[in-house]
């Protein structure tokens, strides 16, 4: 019996969307569904039963931030991701790709992917953009795998798809990805086709060494990671590629600028086995989340909620707003009054701009919880509209309100 | 109807110490009870609930910090302290004498009391001593009240003691606190009968100015504030002089030495009615707690636990431990292993240890948490173990091995 199982319950018409339903060994995942990042084993500035209150139903790690610290074996030793956290829900790893690539490549300007690294201070900047004073080439590839130094002490590390599954191993996630060459949106087109075949074996050899442990891989499932950057025929390929092999699920991987996106995950959802999760990776804009339902993402994961919220930037049904604007100060309302989270049950836009400009944590904490809450709930509606056979009324009026 | 009533409910025997039942509008305090520090209407890195859960029964915050952000006119317009933080239990706020002074006048060296700022930055450095670069001179006094300088910005501001009343009311505490002058331990005796006597006269128009409010004071208290630095004569004039004013309980203000502080606030606690409610302020050493209680006091309130939390020292039975030592890293064991904590169930010293060298906020949540509980906890079994007749044997035993 495999770890991982995906059942499909109602299709969006004429269209790749569906709502379903996917197992893992600790807990089913309603989907479509937003996945919480807790890059280094928490949810940054949540206790687990906070991110459970919000509606979250799986948390999403990442493998490069946690193989440096604390370490696979601490992980191992601690009784892998879950119990370290104290998080009883589903979990997810990443497979340390993207951010060995996005700490050793420079990132274009202009794409809508938002890096999906915890650490604000080294890989983006504040607007979500890449932080070019980092963009030192720290990554050298070959054939067999990445040599990169650590963007903490400078030391050189090495990942290989081998590698990459025998961290996730210890590292013991529900779902794993598979080890995948993530390239800059502006690579020329002979750079992505030699990169994403690569990824291609990278993934047949990430899937061998997943079945080569008998034990993991019964209890964990592995997805592999599409690529092809912006070309149509590549992304196809890709997809029609990895379709081939037995993979649990598929990841959607890469940069997409805003205009292309609905359409390219559709092509890659077109070729994909249907019955199997697709993850879209790092992508977490309110309109990226509908277009990537629309066509046949089952699941997202993005840092934005919890960074915006640590930064007071918050979301509304009217669009995203920021706690720091001289208009709250003495606001004695919700951040959003048609939320329901605790944030906006129990507090003022006034007191948590007090919160902020006294710099205490629970400033970030409660922006954190309201954010997550927003777009979780955003997703659930997205799921229930799929059932109700109103996806696109309820996508219309809320992109009509939201980007006014 | 006053709005505080006590009921003594034990005594240990020969000794001034008392179990009993603090009633405030917004419900009852078993007392000796350990008071949570809310410096800014917010428990630092914890939500309501955590405090709540945790087991505290009160928070108090402080009338300086708050005047000055986010002001008295956001506290009324949002609904009173409880309100605004979002905690539905009882609240005290003091009288904004503590910072006036703190930021005005060099402390001594060597005094058990530890500032009761929530300013880590400003007003005491990491040993809870008062960190002598901010010491200059801040505040001048005269009979009718005192100026000084903000912290934050430097602009000058006055308190009288009707206007800390003023600002008390407009925060709208439970429990408030005459508005005193806090001397320097080492500053001269003339000097010290010369500040408490005017704290006296303070205490007379404290009282007259909450009492010429019939809406606060019809549901607000007011604790006087013993002084009288090291002095067993001036403690003993002070308090004398005070239980004859009309107040629903005593704060005892100012510093001890190590050595004095059990027996000095027995020379208060002696001659304050015995009926009334007695708050040592700014105390939370577990030994120092042990002392106050055995001699008359029923609360304590003190920055300590969280302050600590955030830096990461945590109690254990078997005295303070700091979560940096390297020992740590790999200890797949709870903070104590004796304690009931959200923390110490759910999590390890490891993982801990792992979030602090992450920065991240869950690490100072965590660790406050257990704090706090250590603290709330060790009061608790205080109050049953003085309704069993075993105080002294507690206290024994818990001196040997947490100071060992």
């Known amino acids: 019996m495999k770890p991982i199982s995906f059942k499909i319950e109602k299709k969006i018409p004429d269209a790749l969307g569906r709502a379903g339903i996917l197992h893992t060994p600790h807990g089913e995942i309603k989907t479509p569904a937003f996945v919480t990042v807790g890059t280094k084993a928490t949810v940054k500035a949540l206790t687990p039963e906070q991110v459970k209150d919000l509606g979250a139903q799986v948390v999403l790690a990442n493998t490069y931030h946690l193989y440096l610290e604390p370490g696979e074996d601490f992980m191992r030793t601690g009784g892998g991701l879950g119990k370290v956290m104290n998080w009883s829900g589903p979990t997810m790893t990443d497979s340390g790709g993207f951010q060995v690539f996005s700490l050793g490549a420079a990132f274009g300007v202009g794409v809508t992917k938002i890096a999906k690294s915890g650490d604000d201070e080294v890989v983006i900047d504040e607007r979500g953009e890449p932080d070019e004073s980092v963009h030192e080439k720290l990554a050298s590839i070959d054939e067999d795998g990445v040599t990169f130094k650590s963007y903490k002490d400078g030391s050189t590390h090495r990942f290989t798809p081998e590698r990459s599954m025998e961290i996730q191993h210890n590292i013991g996630a529900d779902i794993m990805f598979a080890f995948d060459e993530?390239?800059?949106?502006?690579?020329?087109?002979?750079?992505?086709?030699?990169?994403?075949?690569?990824?291609?074996?990278?993934?047949?050899?990430s899937l061998d060494a997943h079945h080569s442990n008998k034990e993991a891989s019964s209890k964990q499932g592995l997805f592999g990671v599409v690529q092809g950057?912006?070309?149509?025929?590549?992304?196809?390929?890709?997809?029609?590629?990895?379709?081939?092999?037995?993979?649990?699920?598929?990841?959607?991987?890469?940069?997409?600028?805003?205009?292309?996106?609905?359409?390219?995950?559709?092509?890659?959802?077109?070729?994909?086995?249907?019955?199997?999760?697709?993850?879209?990776l790092g992508i977490g804009e309110p309109g990226d989340i509908f277009e990537g339902?629309?066509?046949?993402?089952?699941?997202?994961?993005?840092?934005?909620?919890?960074?915006?919220?640590?930064?007071?930037?918050?979301?509304?049904?009217?669009?995203?707003?920021?706690?720091?604007?001289?208009?709250?100060?003495?606001?004695?309302?919700?951040?959003?009054?048609?939320?329901?989270?605790?944030?906006?049950?129990?507090?003022?836009?006034?007191?948590?701009?007090?919160?902020?400009?006294?710099?205490?944590?629970?400033?970030?904490?409660?922006?954190?919880?309201?954010?997550?809450?927003?777009?979780?709930?955003?997703?659930?509606?997205?799921?229930?509209?799929?059932?109700?056979?109103?996806?696109?009324?309820?996508?219309?009026?809320?992109?009509?309100?939201?980007?006014?």
């Open 293 to 404: 339902v629309e066509n046949g993402m089952d699941t997202f994961d993005c840092v934005a909620p919890t960074r915006m919220g640590r930064n007071g930037a918050f979301y509304t049904t009217d669009g995203r707003k920021n706690i720091w604007n001289a208009q709250f100060v003495r606001d004695f309302t919700p951040l959003d009054p048609e939320c329901d989270c605790y944030a906006c049950k129990n507090y003022t836009r006034a007191y948590i701009a007090h919160l902020f400009r006294s710099t205490e944590m629970l400033a970030g904490t409660l922006v954190s919880i309201h954010n997550l809450r927003f777009l979780v709930r955003l997703v659930d509606q997205m799921r229930e509209s799929i059932f109700d056979g109103t996806f696109r009324e309820l996508k219309e009026t809320f992109m009509k309100r939201y980007y006014k």
């Open 229 to 280: 950057g912006r070309h149509r025929d590549l992304r196809e390929e890709s997809a029609r590629t990895l379709a081939e092999m037995d993979f649990d699920g598929y990841g959607i991987g890469g940069s997409f600028t805003k205009e292309d996106m609905g359409a390219a995950v559709g092509w890659v959802a077109a070729r994909l086995p249907q019955d199997k999760p697709r993850h879209l």
């Open 182 to 205: 993530c390239t800059a949106p502006n690579a020329p087109r002979e750079y992505q086709i030699e990169a994403m075949n690569r990824t291609h074996r990278w993934a047949k050899r």
